[in-house]
DNA sequence: TTCGCAAATGAGAATAACTATCATTCGCAA
DNA sequence: TTGCGAATGATAGTTATTCTCATTTGCGAA
């Protein structure tokens, strides 16, 4: 169980940088304050919106869940969270470390894992410019099972 | 305008090959070999749920949109269709040709391209294995701006 | 060829994941 | 400290999709 109250308390030296939203034009409110902690916080890296809601429901820590989605999206569009869509049907964000990356995605326990590739990255530009395209994102995502791994997540 | 009741009828030996429906275990009802004909026709590769219906309507081939639905999820089981996800959180499908491809998707015009490429692949393969998994399936979604093209779906 | 019945369909209600509306509250600059 | 525009919460609305159930249909058996 998370229990984001009951962590040592930070002041605003910390690490989950409120002038992160200042730099992003937006006020530092206490619902925009909490969401970003949860995903600096680091235990899961990747949030849908349903799930930062009740994350931070369960810490005590009541934000509406039309917030919680305007806060997202707020956030990806200040370049503080990056999107995704898995096969799912719904959005997840993490935060944006800058560096581009791919996922792979076990479809038994939703474990998501990390990864990039220069071979892949460089095959894409060139098939792009091939086909008279300019990228503007790209996404790939493997989905596949768990081997050496029993599936962490299971549930 | 598509007018698919206009077009020369086909009948049972027609290229809209009911016994697909047949050997999938699927019951060859009319609204099943009206989507089929629908994909077969090959005007248009990649349609959502919504398009399919949609153009039957126009066509005046009634099939109701739970049926459209079904029908669509019914064929991609059976391996008929195959379904992608493209960002835009709806589903389209294409006839399965048997050969994995990736697509580019046009942010302007919604025009999709195919590709496949070789070394891709192989690195997909690569990655998954050192990362401890095994592929069940991947999509590389590349979101592009035409270049050469004048946006030729432009709306 | 017709019968019977399980399977398929249509119409519309229900659901999931968002998005918009609007009255109230809050951050922050003066 | 005050004032105001921005942010929030509660909730209604949308979009894409699935479910329910009464009616219809495909198709093997008679």
Redesign the interface.
Known sequence: MRTLINRPRHTDHTMHKPEHLKNAGLKTTLPRLKVLQLFEDGTERHLSAEEVYKLLSDAGELVSLATVYRVLTQFQQAGLLVQH?F?S?RSVFELNSGKHHDH?V??QCGHV?E?Y?A??EK??EK??AE???????????????????PCPNKK
Do not use: M, N, P, W
């Open positions: 869509h096969d049907g792979i076990c479809q894992e990864f590739d071979t892949i095959r894409q098939i792009a086909h008279g395209f300019v990228i503007d994102e790209h996404a790939l995502y493997i989905y596949a099972s768990c081997t050496k791994q």
